[in-house]
């Protein structure tokens, strides 16, 4: 059975999850309340895609405790960066006919994250 | 009650994520990262159908600022892409951005129906 095989071995991982879920998700709530719409956005996914590749460099490398990974990177970073909020808030530019500003929105947070991941690494690894 | 709601939400989309990355994971071997892929896909197309129905704050708190928000992810989105070959980051980034938009477009077409 299919579930029965991903839930095995996972009691300890999916709460770890859950709570760096939840705590992520009031962070990028926090910060919505802060800076709102696709500017509090940007800065929510391209922080979290830096902290990220800091994390994960620095997990691998110490090959530190099994459950750090599914709480801090799965579950904090997670659930504080967002996919959705970013496609549904350049759907809706696009839909309004400022179709400069939703590009930009799109491939701005694009590129700004994925430099962000990098930068990140690098910084995990001078860090490590 | 904002606050309870996200937590509510997140607590459920966190793990949503994290267990059908494992699912989609374990049934294919192409080193795509479809889990994720899936996972933002279908989170867009919910907080589309939430925003279009124009819901409740209760609602948005609960199903989009706390369930899609965390069943969505940025962050192993870029983790992802960058340690993909370059063809399979550049189809990574283009089919991600391309679907969550087109699912977000459909979420909001049906939602303002409803």
Redesign the interface.
Known sequence: MVISEVLRGQSRPVPAVAAGGVLGALARWAVGLALPGPPGTFLINVVGCFAIGVVLTVLIARGAHPLLRPFLATGVLGGFTTFSTYAVDAQRLLLEGRIGLGAAYLVGTLAAALVATWAGMWAGRWFH | M??LM??L???????A???TD??VQ?RHTSGFPWGTFAV?VV??F???LV?GVAASPWVT?LV???F????????????E??HLPRPLAVAN?VA??LA??G???L??AVGAAL
């Open positions: 904002v606050p996200v937590v939400g997140a607590a459920v989309g966190a793990p994520r994290y267990l494992r699912l374990s933002n989170g867009s919910v907080l589309g925003t708190a989009g600022t706390g899609c928000g965390a069943l969505t992810t940025y962050s192993t989105f870029g983790w892409t960058v980034t991600s951005v969550g938009l699912a977000a477009g979420g909001l």
